[in-house]
């Protein structure tokens, strides 16, 4: 097992790296003049020699490389105009344009996401595989076709009408109004300014989670073994949420993982619209403002996350289905 | 391990001779007259109502079984044998089943039952072995918290019990090492050793009656040998009743005491094995040993039952075989059509019946499909 999660882990970092160099050629070494980019459009010649030189746009690509990675291993500093900039480990690279390391911006900002998608993790999660469930132990009643019915509707409204109308008419009034605190300084108001952010993003995926879990489920309850369980003279409480949902939910746990890493990248309609100073503002920031080096930093990150979510998946799902286990 | 006291190779390809006195040493218990059947089922009805109508999957089945004795319920698929025997366990979902009749187990009716009494019957009094030990054991449980969870559910006993028991039925039934295999997982098994874990299972709570469903199907013909060997064997110890699912008439002669044929959701023909086997009386059981393959002496082609079973939605008029049936014109005045034979004890022949309008199907037998038989 042991052997199996350092296997998996040698061939992330190996992913993460080739992410990272194809990235870094994208954005800075493409014939696109990056310096001139970074500048911005009121630049003046000296200013984009500056950058240039900070940002050692002259030396070969291998080496511009080798600098980078050396920055995130060890940090670097950039100089820039006569100053230095120090930039810690992991050097992400230096946002001309907000004056800070972007490990720094994105430090700020992660928080907000992890926050944002963990909690509506936690509702969709819970609700879908709750309704789910319920759907295909009652298949064809009124509760199965309430779900079913109820979830493609919410479902087959464009999200972003959702967090607009959520924003426009309950936040502040039903809900608290959308802001963030830390966590560590206020759980409370961390919660209560999260809540229409978790609402919004948790019940509209939970519609979806529904229908996985009642798809899975519906498919794990017509199995033999849930027979052979019922032969044994179990409670059919017993048969379904023992027999039932263990086997049931192990591909939906897949596609949680593989949700989650993709919202932590892209929750962008739900930072924007309730105000929150996630990862999803500062990289539309960054578009916004052609501020490559942030661009590349969330890159990389968004990257980092996506492979690291895969790895915990199959980790999990070795612990869920022993036949996958790797000895 | 509790060695079995056959070679366990044994079996698999004899021929019919040998089989016989065999099939009479295992019937522990003869047939005796006015002995207390365990389980009685007596004019079974199961009906599924679909988008295309109702599904008459079992129609008026009566059968009886004694402890000690193992029936065999022959047919193709389809014919209701599987069906009826879920029945027998409660296992038809009850808003989409319609079921009337009477089953009873120990005297005790199972038709109409509350589930709570169901479940206590279930896996304590009455257990089921299925087809396919690879889909029927749960993925993600190990062996051992399989057979725990039927012991702990019947019996109020610690984990340690529990699992002790588990480790003496995997021993029981021929699972070497079964400390070991215990904590294993279905997948780490063999498809026999499977089996064996799944006959463990069931019997886990000693029942009193046992229902295989085409056990031996999903193995291997050696594999296959060695599971009827040990059912047959762990009958003969524990004294239980068998009904024995199958479609394969070899597997019949090996494991048997009585067959019950069955076509279209219906008893066909009913009796010891010997006397079926020997002078089967229904055109649908000549049929049947036609189509069995010749392994020795010049194999020749194969003698299929022309045609294919009734639709369930749609049953013939009269008897359910008569569109299949070449002896239908030496009944007279169409009744084969018309009139719905019914199943009827043979004086001549105690234990023995038969539901044909053929009036000496003895004699047709002889002359007509003897001949023909491989």
Sequence with gaps: ?327 | MTAPDTPVTQGGDMDQTTHEPQAAVRSRRPTVPGEQPYLEVTDLQVRFPTADGVVQAVDGLTYSLPLGRTLAIVGESGSGKSVSSMAVMGLHDRKSTFMSGSIKIGGREVVGMSEKDLMGIRGAQAAMIFQDPQSSMHPYFTIGDQIMESYRNHNKVTKKAARDRAIEMLDRVGIPNPQRRVDQYPHEFSGGMRQRAMIAMALVNDPKLLIADEPTTALDVTVQAQILDLIADLQRDFGSAVVFITHDLGVVAEIADDILVMYAGNAVEHGPVRKILGTPLHPYTWGLLESIPAVSGTPGPLHPIPGAPPSLLAMPSGCAFNPRCEFRERVPGDLCRTLRPELIARTADPGRSSRCHLKDPDRVFETDVLPRLP
């Design chain 1, 1 to 327: 097992m042991l052997l199996y999660i350092l296997r998996r882990a040698a061939s992330a970092i190996s992913v993460i790296f080739v992410t990272l160099v194809a990235s870094y050629a994208l954005f800075l070494l493409a014939p696109t003049d990056p310096a001139g980019t970074i500048c911005g459009p009121k630049c003046t010649p000296d200013r984009a020699a500056e950058i240039t030189k900070a940002l050692e746009l002259e030396e070969p690509p291998l080496l511009q490389i080798g600098a980078y990675l050396k920055g995130v291993v060890a940090g670097r500093d950039y100089e820039i105009g006569g100053t230095v900039r120090e930039c810690d480990a992991p050097c992400l690279g230096y946002s001309f344009a907000l004056g800070r390391p972007v490990t720094e911006l994105i430090g700020d900002a992660l928080p907000v996401t992890l926050s944002i998608v963990g909690g509506a993790a936690i509702i969709y999660f819970g609700t879908g595989v709750l309704v789910g469930t319920l759907a295909a132990r009652h298949r064809g009643t009124t509760l199965d076709r309430l779900a079913v019915s109820s979830s493609l509707t919410i479902n087959s409204v464009p999200y972003f009408i959702v967090v607009l109308l959520v924003a426009l008419y309950l936040s502040g009034v039903v809900i608290p109004r959308s802001e963030y605190h830390p966590l560590l300084e206020n759980p409370l108001a961390w919660a209560a300014g999260l809540m229409a952010a978790w609402l919004t993003l948790g019940l509209t995926n939970a519609a979806s989670y529904t229908r996985y879990s009642r798809a899975a489920m519906i498919e794990s309850l017509g199995q033999d073994y849930v027979r052979t369980a019922r032969s044994k003279g179990i409670s059919e409480r017993r048969v379904v949420y023992r027999h039932g949902v263990r086997a049931g939910l192990s591909p939906v746990v897949t596609i949680v993982g593989l949700d989650i890493a993709y919202q932590l990248t892209n929750t962008l309609f739900t930072e924007s619209i309730f105000g929150l100073p996630g990862l999803g503002l500062l990289t539309l920031r960054a578009f916004n403002t052609y501020d490559l080096p942030v661009l590349l930093g969330s890159v990389l990150v968004g990257s980092t996350v996506l492979v690291l979510m895969n790895l915990l998946v199959d980790i999990i799902y070795s612990f869920l289905d022993p036949r996958v286990r790797i000895a």
